[in-house]
C-alpha cells in the first residue's frame, strides 16, 4: 500500500477513533522498509496535526458537502494532499497523482475523481492558507487558546508558537557508564554535534539522530529524554538505600534515571498495563532492576503492603499540553472539559500518595502541562488542606512562584511543570 494511503489511515485512527499519533503511526510505518518513507510518512501525519484547521478549512472549501462514515478517509486523504501541496517540496503533480493512487488503494475507485478535481483546484488556486480568525491563525484549538491568555496574558502567543516548532532531541548520559563531557567526546569522534544541558546529564543534539548511530545507545550508555523531563530525578535526589515509589512510571525514562543517581530500592508503578512493558524494556536495555507493578496509584493499599516511601515522583496523568510540540494529535484529542477531569484525578492521587510517604520524606509532583489548574493551583489548594505538607523551593523558580513552570522551547525544553513537597517529621 502506498505512503499516502497509510497516512489517510493513520490519520483516521487518531481523529475518527482517537488513537494517539504515536500509537497511529507506527501501526502504519510497520508496512514499509524503506527509512526515507517511513520519515516521510511521519513528516505529513505530524505535519497536518500541526496545521489541521488551516488544511480543513482549505479541503471542507472544496467539498459541497461533507464525508460521512468510512468515506471520512477520503477527508483525511485530501488533508495529505493539501499538506503536500502547501508544505512539502513534493513536485504537485507527483503529489496529485501519489494521493490518487492512494484513494484506488483504498478501494474507493469511485473517488479517485474528487481527490484529483479537489487537489487540482487547491493547487490551481493557490491561495494563501485561511487565517480569519484564531484557531486558524495559530492552528489552536479556540479552548487552549482562551486558557493560555488567561494564563500567561503577555506571552501565550510565544507558547503557541514554540508549541508549533519541531522538537529538538535530548539525551540522557548514563553516568554509571561515563561522565557527560566524556560521552560528549563520543559524539564528537563520531562527527555528532551536541551541547551539554542545563540539568546535569542533559545532552542536547543540534539535529536529530537514529538511536542506532549513538555511540553505546543499546548498551545503555545514553538514554533518550527530554531535558525538561530529566529534571524529575534531579529534583527528586535519591540516596542510597532509600525506598522509591514512581507513582505512574510509564514509559520509564525517570525510573531508569533514578535507579542511575542512587542504588535505591525502587518500586515503578502504572495503570496501564500495556505501557509498563516500555518500563520492562528500558530497564532490561540498562540494566536496572525495579519492581514493576500494574496498579492504581490513587489505591496504593490494593497493590503495597510494605512500609511507606522515603521519596515519591508522581508524574500525574495530565493535558500533556506542554509536549504538543512532540505530540500535536493531543490539540485534537483533548477537550476543555478533560482539564477539570484530569484535575480531579490528580487531586485524587496526590492526596493518596501523600498518605504513603515517610515522615521526613520528599514528593515531587509533576507534569507536562502549562496549564495552571494541573499545576501551581492544583499544589496550592494541596498546601491549604494539608497540614504537614511544606513546598521546598526549586532554585529555578521565580520567587513568587509556586513550583516550577517550564514553558515549551525554554533553553529548548519541552513545558513542564515541577513542585517538590516536604512532609513534616511530626
Not at 17 to 34: E, F, R, W
Not at 217 to 233: H, K, N, T, Y
Amino acid at each position: 500500500m502506498n505512503l499516502r494511503a497509510l497516512a489517510a489511515k493513520a490519520l483516521f485512527d487518531v481523529l475518527e477513533k482517537g488513537l494517539s499519533l504515536s500509537v497511529a503511526l507506527p501501526n502504519q510505518q510497520q508496512h514499509l522498509t524503506n527509512g526515507k518513507d517511513k520519515a516521510l510518512l511521519a513528516e505529513i501525519c505530524y505535519g497536518v496535526m500541526r496545521a489541521l484547521p488551516q488544511l480543513d478549512k482549505c479541503v471542507s472549501d472544496c467539498l459541497s458537502k461533507p464525508f460521512k462514515g468510512k468515506q471520512r478517509i477520503i477527508y483525511q486523504l485530501l488533508l495529505v494532499g493539501c499538506y503536500q501541496l502547501y508544505f512539502t517540496r513534493i513536485p504537485p503533480h507527483a503529489a496529485i497523482s501519489e494521493t490518487a493512487e492512494a484513494c484506488r488503494q483504498l478501494k474507493f475507485e469511485g473517488m479517485v475523481k474528487v481527490i484529483n478535481g479537489v487537489l487540482r483546484t487547491i493547487q490551481r488556486n493557490a491561495t494563501e492558507l485561511s487565517t480569519s480568525n484564531d484557531t486558524l491563525k495559530f492552528n489552536t484549538p479556540a479552548w487552549i487558546i482562551k486558557r493560555l491568555q488567561q494564563a500567561y496574558p503577555d506571552d501565550w502567543q510565544h507558547v503557541i508558537e514554540q508549541s508549533h516548532q519541531r522538537p529538538p532531541m535530548w539525551l540522557r548520559n548514563n553516568r554509571n557508564h561515563q561522565t557527560r563531557d566524556e560521552y560528549l567526546a563520543l559524539l564528537a569522534q563520531a562527527d555528532i554535534a551536541a551541547s551539554a544541558g542545563s540539568s546535569p546529564d542533559s545532552i542536547l543534539l543540534e539535529s536529530p539522530k537514529d538511536v542506532g548511530i549513538l555511540p553505546g545507545f543499546f548498551d545503555g550508555a545514553v538514554s533518550v529524554q527530554d531535558g525538561a523531563a530529566q529534571w524529575a530525578a534531579t529534583l527528586l535526589a535519591p540516596k542510597d538505600g532509600e525506598l522509591i515509589l514512581d507513582a505512574c512510571a510509564a514509559p520509564g525514562g525517570k525510573s531508569c534515571h533514578i535507579l542511575e543517581q542512587a542504588d535505591c530500592q525502587l518500586v515503578a508503578v502504572d495503570f496501564d498495563e500495556n505501557r509498563l512493558q516500555r518500563v520492562k524494556e528500558n530497564m532490561q536495555r540498562l540494566q536496572f532492576t525495579a519492581e514493576i507493578i500494574h496498579g492504581d496509584a490513587a489505591n496504593i493499599d490494593s497493590w503495597w503492603q510494605g512500609n511507606k516511601f522515603d521519596r515519591i515522583l508522581l508524574d500525574a496523568p495530565c493535558s500533556a499540553t506542554g509536549v504538543i510540540r512532540r505530540h500535536p494529535d493531543i490539540k485534537w484529542l483533548r477537550k476543555s472539559q478533560d482539564i477539570e477531569e484530569l484535575a480531579e484525578l490528580q487531586r485524587q492521587i496526590l492526596d493518596h500518595c501523600w498518605q504513603w510517604l515517610q515522615p521526613g520524606g520528599q514528593l515531587l509532583y509533576a507534569t507536562c502541562s502549562i496549564l495552571p489548574q494541573e499545576n501551581a493551583l492544583q499544589i496550592q489548594a494541596f498546601l491549604e488542606r494539608t497540614k504537614d505538607a511544606t513546598l521546598v523551593p526549586i532554585a529555578q523558580q521565580a520567587p513568587a512562584e509556586t513550583g516550577w513552570q517550564i514553558l515549551p522551547g525554554t533553553q529548548a525544553m519541552d513545558g513542564f511543570y515541577y513542585a517538590l513537597l516536604h512532609k513534616s517529621a511530626q
